[in-house]
């Protein structure tokens, strides 16, 4: 697995070795040692997988009591997969990074627990899979705006605007959304 840390330093981009033959091929997609040398000691107690189809972004979001890290992949399809830092304490409070993750690449993103996630789907349909630090809690959950000008965020909208979910378009700026230490 190569591991490189992306412009937000503890947001990293992992690359497996892929084997592959005629018949197929074999990737390892975790490995709890490497992970830990290179991401941090963290335990993952959640996994998800989503499905959604071209237009479709989801996100920004975090919980604040229960803070997540997540370790994303696209197992079909293509997303571009966005985390935002919400450290007030960091370097690169508000800033973000992205990354096109998708079936023939097989990289994953590892985001960090205090930091805003989404994504937005362009291919025709994608599956998201993800492993979490912490379990969803429903009434720890926070959403920022994914349009907020304050962030910036460069979203590779194909066909106008994204498909969203209320509790998305509901989302806070930057400016007024709660915030870690």
């Not at 490995?31 to 996994?47: L, N």
């Not at 304490?89 to 985001?111: H, I, K, Y």
């Not at 599956?127 to 979203?155: M, R, V």
């Amino acid at each position: 697995m190569n591991y490189e840390k992306l412009a937000i330093p503890d947001v990293v981009l992992m690359t497996p070795k892929v084997f592959g033959d005629d018949r197929g091929f074999f990737l390892e997609t975790y490995r709890r040692s490497e992970f830990v040398a290179h991401c941090g000691d963290h335990d993952f107690v959640q996994d998800n997988h989503s499905k959604s189809r071209r237009g479709i972004l989801r996100g920004l979001h975090y919980q604040l009591r229960q803070p997540q890290g997540k370790l994303v992949r696209v197992t079909r399809g293509e997303v571009y997969d966005v985390a935002v830092d919400l450290r007030r304490s960091s370097p690169t409070f508000g800033q973000w990074v992205g990354a096109l993750l998708n079936e023939d690449n097989r990289q994953m993103l590892w985001v960090p627990p205090g930091f805003a996630h989404g994504f937005y789907v362009t291919s025709d349909e994608a599956e998201f899979q993800y492993k979490c630090t912490d379990y969803y809690a429903p009434g720890d959950e926070y959403s920022l705006h994914w349009k907020d000008p304050q962030l910036g965020i460069d979203w590779p909208l194909v066909g106008g605007s994204p498909i969203t979910s209320d509790k998305d378009e509901q989302g806070s700026s930057l400016a007024q959304a709660p915030t870690f230490a």
